[in-house]
Structure formats: structure tokens, C-alpha cells
């Protein structure tokens, strides 16, 4: 026989990015107790929202294998003295393992006799073990942590509710002031608290008070509806996974929907346009056919489709407010030249034990002509690296990059070229940043290789001068 067993920890909206490694992380220190506390076990499914993280294992054994073992201890001289009495090792290891000295037996080992017990250890019920799972939820670790109310506890969010079923039996275990029982929430403004009747109703039940408990199910949903919104309008839509990710990571009852904000502001890069949808709202961005961004986003709503003209209208206020501003700083930034944005570079600190941003630009400039040298460069090629190294950084300072600080050598190449600077030279400022991991993308220019090495060069060198 059998059993079914749910877990759920109910929280306070715990942030996008933590929802899908927590759930990972509760799933497999779950196994590692199972498998420590020898209790075989089926497929364990996952479940997570911002408010909840729950385990169902199916098929859990009713209780533990029995075992039966023998336990070495010390060599029969030690054990027994020269009349055959027992010393006070033996009797001392044979209480240690709930036996007495009339149960041992002695085994030859490499011509040395050994004491040894026979143990048969039955095997405890599932229903004893299972209130040590407090320990694994005490256990998760988390990026960052809080405390609440009087207790010294710290844990991503608050705790707010516990589920413990057995089928439909409740395991007990208490956490702080919060008691395991079978009342899990739903919705935190469509729904209401569900009484579960056994671990195998979690999912429809809650599905039945606007939660979809199931990560994949959830994101399937925002994909279907997202495409339709596309079909409808005939707009071309990047499903980013990254932010796919995020959103499902945010909404318990998702709902898609499209908005639109004024044409004008399509004359802003759409590196701009993108980061303040993307990266800021959260929004998927829209092509027409032809692969042109338009004026529309989608969004998606943790609700139904109530009062849904309501939330559109209030997104579309708040990406205006977004793009008012870059459209002011794109504007205001074209008022200075980029020699003007590098002299402002003598202000900015590269770091306080170095030098300011200037100066790095200086010493990259030097490393850049040597490297030049030693790869070969062509005299266009070094004329372009010597420009390229002389305002590389010269963004930092505008007015956008300063709001969007992830737009730092976009907006550099961007600027360049409006300013009329050579391909070349705009193409090495985007690129000097790269790769900004392991396995980022790599420049695909010369010029833009040689800068970004020798940039790199210079921080590490100058790291290290100053210890």
C-alpha cells in the first residue's frame, strides 16, 4: 500500500526571480530526505506561484523497509577477560545498541575474532517520519531573507499558512504560530481558502479559486493568449523566455492583454523602447509583418478579465510616463557633443584608490596602440581603434544611460553614429562591454576585439597595482 503526500509553504508574494529556484531547491532536499529516512517513493510533482511552494509525492511507501544488519564492535580480547567475563566494553557496546551481552556472537576476521550484534530494525510508519519535514522547509536557502513579527526566523517571505496531507489525513508540525492543516488560499482577491479533502484534490480545487498551481500550465496559458492577441492584430511577438519566465513567476490566474502608447514615440531607439517595456514593465514588445516595431505592448494581468479596459489604461499611463521621460533625455543628451560627455568623464570615478573614467580611457588608449601592434592591425583599423579608445565611455555620462544603466555602450554606438563617428568606431563603443559572461557574446569586430581586451587588461592591471 500506498500513500499520497502534499507539502505546501504559503507566503507573502515572494520575488519572480526566486519562485522557480526555490521550488528546485525544495524539490530535491525533499528527495534527500526521503531517501536518508529510507522511504521509497514515486514521481513528485511541482508546484509554485508568488505565494505558495508545494511538492505532491506520489506512491509513498506506508512505512520504512524493515532492516536487519550486523554491527561490528571490539575484538573478543577486549571484549571478554581471561575467565570469559564480559568487560565492560562489550556490555557497554551492546547497550548502545538497545541489546544485551547474551546476544553477541563472534566472527573471524583476517584470523581476529570480532564481536558482533544481529539487528532487526523495523521499519517506522510514513505518517512518523513525514512531521521532519519542517526541517527541510527550515532548510531553504534564499538570495535574500526577512523576519517578521517577534521571531529571530528569517526566511524569504513571511509564512503565512501550512499544508501537510497524508491522503487526507494531516501531518501534523508547527512553524513559529503556524500550524499544518489541509486549508491552503486561493486567489488573493478572486478566490477564497479551500478546504482540500485529500492531497490528490490540491490541484483542481485550487484551480477552482482562480490559482493555477502548475508553473507549465501557467505559462502554456500566457503563450496561447499572447498568440491570439498577435494573430488578432497581425503583430509579430518575441516570446523572450527570460521574461516569459519572470511573468509566470508573477501571476497565479494570468491574463494577457494588449496596449498601445502614441506613435511619436517611436522616433526613440528601440533599444530604449525595448528596455522600458522589457526590462521595467515587464511588457512584450509587438513587430508588424515586416519586422517594424509598432506602437502596442502586451502585458499580463495576475486576474480575469474584469474591469480589464481599467488595467490597460493605468499601463498605458504608467509606459507613457516611461517613454516622456526618454524621450526628454534622448532629446537633452543631443545637445552636447561627445567631446564635451568625455571631459565630463574627468568626474566620474573609475575607482577611488585608481583613477577617474578619464584617465582609464587614457590607459586603455596606450594598451589598445601596443596590442594594435602585436595583432597586426591595418593603419585604418589603428586610426579607428585610436578614436574608438579616445570616448568609449563617453555614454556614461549621458542623461539616458543614467536611467538605464543596462543601455550603457548601446547607447555609446547609438550616439556615435548620430555624431557621425566611422561604423568602425561606433561598433568598438557597443562592443568593448563584451563578453559580460562565461559564455556572453563575443565582439565580431577587430577593432571592437582589440578595445574590449585591452580594457579589460587595464582593470585587471590596475586592480592589482593598488592590491
Known amino acids: 500500500m500506498t500513500h499520497d503526500y502534499l507539502i505546501e509553504i504559503g507566503l507573502e508574494d515572494m520575488p519572480a526571480h526566486v519562485v522557480t529556484p526555490s521550488i528546485n531547491q525544495f524539490h530535491d532536499k525533499t528527495v534527500a530526505f526521503l531517501k536518508a529516512n529510507h522511504l521509497e517513493h514515486g514521481q513528485i510533482d511541482r508546484y509554485a506561484t508568488p505565494?505558495?511552494?508545494?511538492?505532491?509525492?506520489h506512491d509513498l511507501a506506508a512505512k520504512q523497509a524493515d532492516v536487519e544488519t550486523d554491527v561490528k564492535g571490539p575484538a573478543k580480547k577486549i571484549a571478554?577477560?581471561?575467565?570469559?567475563?564480559?568487560?565492560?566494553?562489550?556490555?557497554?557496546?551492546?547497550?548502545?545498541?538497545?541489546?544485551?551481552?547474551?546476544?553477541?556472537?563472534?566472527?573471524?576476521?583476517?584470523?581476529?575474532?570480532?564481536?558482533?550484534?544481529?539487528?532487526?530494525?523495523?521499519?517506522?510508519?510514513?505518517?512518523?517520519?513525514?512531521?521532519?519535514?519542517?526541517?527541510?522547509?527550515?532548510?531553504?536557502?534564499?538570495?535574500t531573507r526577512m523576519k517578521w513579527g517577534?521571531?529571530?526566523?528569517?526566511?524569504?517571505?513571511?509564512?503565512?499558512?501550512?499544508?501537510?496531507?497524508?491522503?487526507?489525513?494531516?501531518?501534523?508540525?508547527?512553524?513559529?504560530?503556524?500550524?499544518?492543516?489541509?486549508v491552503t488560499q486561493g486567489h488573493r482577491f478572486l478566490g477564497k481558502p479551500v478546504t482540500l479533502s485529500d492531497a490528490d484534490a490540491y490541484v483542481a480545487a485550487l484551480k477552482d479559486q482562480f490559482v493555477i498551481v502548475e508553473p507549465a500550465a501557467r505559462k502554456q496559458l500566457i503563450r496561447e493568449q499572447i498568440g491570439q492577441i498577435a494573430t488578432d492584430h497581425q503583430w509579430q511577438i518575441e516570446l523572450d523566455s527570460d521574461l516569459l519566465e519572470e511573468v509566470n513567476n508573477l501571476v497565479e490566474w494570468p491574463t494577457a492583454f494588449a496596449g498601445t502608447f502614441d506613435p511619436?514615440?517611436?522616433?526613440?531607439?528601440?533599444?530604449?523602447?525595448?528596455?522600458?517595456?522589457?526590462?521595467n514593465q515587464r511588457y512584450f514588445y509587438a513587430r508588424d509583418q515586416a519586422g517594424k516595431m509598432v506602437n502596442?505592448?502586451?502585458?499580463?494581468?495576475?486576474?480575469n478579465h474584469d474591469h480589464l479596459n481599467n488595467v490597460i489604461a493605468g499601463n498605458e499611463k504608467v509606459l507613457t510616463a516611461r517613454l516622456e521621460d526618454a524621450a526628454f533625455f534622448y532629446a537633452e543628451d543631443?545637445?552636447?557633443?561627445?567631446?564635451?560627455d568625455v571631459e565630463r568623464l574627468k568626474a566620474v570615478s573609475f575607482h577611488d584608490k585608481i583613477s577617474s573614467m578619464y584617465d582609464k580611457m587614457a590607459r586603455t588608449k596606450v594598451i589598445a596602440a601596443l596590442l594594435a601592434d602585436q595583432f597586426g592591425l591595418t593603419a585604418d583599423e589603428k586610426a579607428d581603434l585610436d578614436r574608438a579608445a579616445s570616448?568609449?565611455?563617453?555614454?556614461?555620462?549621458?542623461?539616458?544611460?543614467?536611467?538605464?544603466?543596462?543601455?550603457?555602450?548601446?547607447?555609446?554606438?547609438?550616439?556615435?553614429?548620430?555624431?557621425?563617428?566611422?561604423?568602425?568606431?561606433?561598433?568598438?563603443?557597443a562592443e568593448h562591454?563584451?563578453?559580460?559572461?562565461?559564455?556572453?557574446?563575443?565582439?565580431?569586430s577587430l577593432v571592437g576585439t582589440v578595445l574590449a581586451i585591452a580594457d579589460k587588461l587595464d582593470s585587471l592591471m590596475s586592480f592589482f597595482a593598488v592590491n
Open 51 to 57: 505565494r505558495r511552494l508545494a511538492l505532491l509525492v
Open 80 to 143: 571478554q577477560d581471561a575467565d570469559g567475563n564480559w568487560t565492560k566494553a562489550a556490555i557497554g557496546f551492546s547497550r548502545g545498541q538497545g541489546m544485551t551481552p547474551d546476544d553477541i556472537v563472534f566472527k573471524t576476521i583476517k584470523g581476529v575474532d570480532y564481536v558482533y550484534l544481529h539487528k532487526a530494525i523495523k521499519g517506522k510508519d510514513a505518517a512518523e517520519i513525514l512531521p521532519g519535514m519542517l526541517d527541510v522547509i527550515k532548510s531553504l536557502t534564499f538570495p
Open 150 to 182: 517577534a521571531y529571530d526566523f528569517e526566511y524569504i517571505r513571511p509564512i503565512h499558512w501550512l499544508v501537510s496531507l497524508l491522503d487526507d489525513t494531516v501531518v501534523p508540525m508547527k512553524l513559529l504560530d503556524v500550524e499544518a492543516g489541509r
Open 264 to 279: 511619436k514615440y517611436l522616433a526613440i531607439p528601440e533599444a530604449v523602447l525595448i528596455t522600458s517595456m522589457k526590462d
Open 296 to 303: 502596442a505592448f502586451i502585458g499580463v494581468r495576475n486576474g
Open 334 to 340: 543631443q545637445k552636447r557633443s561627445i567631446a564635451e
Open 391 to 429: 570616448i568609449y565611455k563617453f555614454d556614461l555620462v549621458t542623461s539616458m544611460v543614467g536611467e538605464f544603466p543596462e543601455l550603457q555602450g548601446i547607447m555609446g554606438e547609438h550616439y556615435a553614429r548620430l555624431a557621425g563617428e566611422k561604423p568602425a568606431v561606433a561598433q568598438a563603443i
Open 433 to 444: 562591454y563584451e563578453p559580460i559572461a562565461a559564455d556572453g557574446a563575443l565582439p565580431q
